[in-house]
T-cell receptor, first 112, second 115 residues
Framework: GNSVTQMEGPVTLSEEAFLTINCTYT??????LFWYVQYPGEGLQLLLK?????DKGSNKGFEATYRKETTSFHLEKGSVQVSDSAVYFC???????????FGTGTSLTVIP | EAQVTQNPRYLITVTGKKLTVTCSQN?????MSWYRQDPGLGLRQIYY???????DKGDVPEGYKVSRKEKRNFPLILESPSPNQTSLYFC??????????????FGEGSRLTVL
């Protein structure tokens, strides 16, 4: 079946540090992959996506590359800011596109 | 403003007392779904709907019902709530029927406590 595994948190970084949040997936067919971000007290919002192998999604300085060979979609940012403090969810949309599968979320806190 | 609106945002109820969480979207989206968010488990899909009068079970449908009589509304019904349904619930919608264009638009969440 389909599933997403992402690194456990919480993660605490100093401002301007490099961020990596690991995400691996199991899926049948050719899923689409996403990163969603949840700021405190809010619903999730799409951060970036990739719909096929070797695609790179990017937004607000965040990047993730769809690696079919390693079934991974790791999130990276070169220099985090305090405003990036949030919970990050890796997700996939299954082959039929009807269901979304989310990881458990990784909480990021960036300190000045 | 494009949005998904859930009500109530907070609710405390007792075991067995039927309740409905409403969800409405103003983006003319065909696809709508409900999730519950629990610590350490992430988001799990309860039910989804591809279009009016078309609903299907997600991964954790037990104890829940839904209906899709109109395109914009997708209420979540707990006929006989139990304490294990205490959770944070999110409604989401998406433009395409398949949902795989990716952008799910989420409501702000409804925090439900069942005593």
């Amino acid at each position: 079946g389909n599933s997403v595994t992402q690194m456990e948190g919480p993660v605490t970084l100093s401002e301007e540090a490099f961020l990596t949040i690991n995400c691996t997936y199991t899926a049948t067919g050719y899923p689409s992959l996403f990163w969603y971000v949840q700021y405190p007290g809010e619903g999730l919002q799409l951060l970036l996506k990739a719909t096929k192998a070797d695609d790179k999604g990017s937004n607000k300085g965040f990047e993730a590359t769809y690696r079919k060979e390693t079934t991974s979609f790791h999130l990276e940012k070169g220099s985090v800011q305090v405003s990036d403090s949030a919970v990050y969810f890796c997700a996939l949309s299954g082959y039929t596109g009807n269901q979304f599968y989310f990881g458990t979320g990784t909480s990021l806190t960036v300190i000045p | 403003e494009a949005q998904v609106t859930q009500n109530p945002r907070y609710l405390i109820t007792v075991t067995g007392k039927k309740l409905t969480v409403t969800c409405s979207q103003n983006m003319n989206h065909e696809y709508m779904s409900w999730y519950r968010q629990d610590p350490g488990l992430g988001l799990r899909q309860i039910y989804y709907s591809m279009n009016v009068e078309v609903t299907d079970k997600g991964d954790v449908p037990e104890g829940y019902k839904v209906s899709r009589k109109e395109k914009r509304n997708f209420p979540l019904i707990l006929e006989s709530p139990s304490p294990n349904q205490t959770s944070l619930y999110f409604c989401a919608s998406s433009l395409s029927p398949g949902g795989n264009t990716g952008e799910l638009f989420f409501g702000e969440g409804s925090r439900l406590t069942v005593l």
